[in-house]
């Protein structure tokens, strides 16, 4: 008899452990899946990509309704914030999504260990008191914020937060000022913004979204400061103090110089996210961590120990959800002894915003740097579908390499750009030249017909510019 418990023990139920779980089972592995939140689901369903998401749509809507884009095309409504409905509305998304993972986990013949869980060496956890014996362990804990020296966050309170404080908000705040302007700042900050709160975002570098193409940064900022958030780039925050129910921020320019303050009801920490390893007892596996505190792995996912694997916001690359579950399904898949491979180069990234942000593949800057390129655009306002949605703001841009003509990266601020990147991230894999994208009909009147427009400008001969 097998001296292990389990073929896989996965820890953590995020979108790279519950998918990595479901994935070992289906190919017979006997697997267990340990998680310590009350919920299955990770960050993403709890306190992440999906209630976030929920805030968003919703508030979408009322703002809509506020701002006169609905009474633009003959719908007369002056609407009411109902907050608590709202805030209910979100709860009930995570509940249904995070029990569904609990159901899939059953049909699956899944585990779920309960509890929180302590490597005793590289073949054994510890949960609650109990230890079990895996022939494989799959990390994927995750991460959590990174906290800001000098600005306590106290989620409680509701002074200042970090995401999950800032989705469990219960009164619209007058002045949110949130630190960062990354992807959760923006996001975060468009709701409550949406909602009537004025939003201050303070940004270290000098301009919002680093990471993304260039120009895109450039147009996202000019399109968030039209709808009234107000940014200081180029600005640290040193410290907070919470004084009669407001917080005040001590604010220095990024390159030295004299501090000034600036006073909030709600302050959003979002400078970033740490990988999960505390607690762990990695030592006791033989494990180390590298200096940005995560687990290095080979491409198959395998870390330096034998048996042990790690995947999602634990190891190096982007912090998404999508990018955690393709790691969860080839990592389960190499462990069956089948062949699991990401593409790392090919994995979109979006921001829910209004307009929504998207990108799959090199920035300008980055294919510039590779070799010479030829670059196509579109804008959003020659778009029929745009244009007849009232929604004319963005552009597609289409990088390709100069010589073979071979997609490098294809950038969209669009209503739907996040809908919209799938078929250039597809195309991508299969190779796609600019000329592949321009020669596929695409559906008239879309959006989507904006990709196929700037592909075709990619050699100067877009129709409807
Ligand atoms: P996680 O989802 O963090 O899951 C790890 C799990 O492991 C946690 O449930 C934790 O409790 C558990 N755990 C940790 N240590 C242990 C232990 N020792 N024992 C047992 N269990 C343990 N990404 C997107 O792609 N799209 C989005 O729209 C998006 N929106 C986001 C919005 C917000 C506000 C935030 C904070 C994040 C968002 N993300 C989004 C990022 C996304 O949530 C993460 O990239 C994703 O959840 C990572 O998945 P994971 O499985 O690696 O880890
Ligand atoms: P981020 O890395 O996107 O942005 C953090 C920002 O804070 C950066 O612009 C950085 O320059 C700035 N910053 C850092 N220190 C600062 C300081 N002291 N003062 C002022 N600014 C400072 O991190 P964020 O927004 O916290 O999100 C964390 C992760 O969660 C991201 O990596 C993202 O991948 C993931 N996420 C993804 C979403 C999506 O896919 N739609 C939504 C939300 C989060």
């Not at 510039?368 to 655009?377: C, L, M, P, S, T």
């Not at 390499?401 to 195309?427: K, N, S, Y």
Request: net charge negative; with cysteine.
């Amino acid at each position: 008899m097998s001296d292990f418990d389990y073929d896989l023990l996965v820890i953590g139920a995020g979108p790279g452990g519950y998918v990595a779980a479901i994935r070992g089972a289906q190919l017979g592995l006997k697997t267990a899946c340990v998680e310590g939140r009350a919920t299955l689901g990770g960050t993403c369903l709890n306190v992440g990509c999906i209630p976030s998401k929920a805030l968003l749509h919703a508030s979408e809507y009322f703002e809509a309704a506020k701002n006169g884009t609905m009474a633009s095309m003959g719908i007369k409504v002056t609407p009411e914030l109902d907050l608590d409905a709202m805030q209910g509305q979100r709860l009930d998304s995570v509940k249904g999504l995070t029990a569904g993972i609990e159901y899939l986990f059953k049909k699956n013949k899944v585990e779920w260990l309960k509890g929180y869980a302590t490597f005793s060496d590289k073949n054994s956890v510890t949960v609650d008191g109990k230890t079990y014996r895996a022939k494989n362990i799959l990390i994927a804990t995750g991460s959590s914020v990174t906290p800001l020296p000098g600005v306590d966050v106290d989620n409680e309170a509701g002074i200042i937060v970090d995401s999950t404080g800032a989705l469990e908000l219960a009164k619209v705040p007058d002045h949110l000022v949130v630190i960062g302007g990354g992807v959760i700042g923006l996001e975060l900050g468009s709701v409550w913004r949406r909602l009537g709160a004025k939003v201050t975002v303070v940004e270290y570098l000098d301009q919002i979204l680093p990471g993304m193409d260039g120009d895109v940064r450039k147009e996202a900022n000019k399109i968030f400061k039209k709808q009234g958030v107000e940014f200081k780039l180029s600005t640290k925050v040193t410290g907070a103090e919470v004084k009669d129910g407001k917080a005040v921020l001590t604010l220095e320019p990024a390159a030295g110089g004299e501090a000034s303050t600036l006073e909030a009801d709600v302050v959003l920490v979002a400078i970033g996210r740490k990988p999960n390893t505390d607690g762990l007892g990695l030592d006791k596996a033989g494990l180390t961590t590298n200096q940005r505190g995560q687990i290095e792995t080979d491409h198959d996912f395998s870390t330096a120990v034998h048996g042990i694997w790690a995947i999602g916001d634990v190891v190096p690359g982007p912090m998404l959800a999508h990018k955690a579950e393709d790691e969860g399904i080839a990592c389960a898949e190499n462990i069956a002894g089948l062949t699991g491979i990401v593409n790392h180069d090919v994995i979109p990234s979006v921001v829910y915003t209004y307009p929504e942000i998207a990108g799959v593949g090199l920035t300008e800057e980055a294919a510039k740097e590779r070799g010479a390129i030829k670059v196509g655009k579109f804008p959003m306002m020659a778009n029929s579908r745009a244009k007849t949605n009232h929604e004319p703001d963005g552009f597609v841009k289409v990088i390709a390499d100069a010589e073979t003509d071979r997609v490098l990266g294809v950038w969209a601020i669009a209503t739907v750009a996040g809908t919209m990147i799938g078929q250039a991230a597809q195309a991508m894999e299969f190779g796609a030249t600019s000329e592949d994208i321009a020669y596929t009909c695409h559906a008239h009147p879309t959006h989507s017909e904006a990709i196929k427009e700037a592909a075709m400008a990619v050699t100067g001969k877009p129709i409807h510019i």
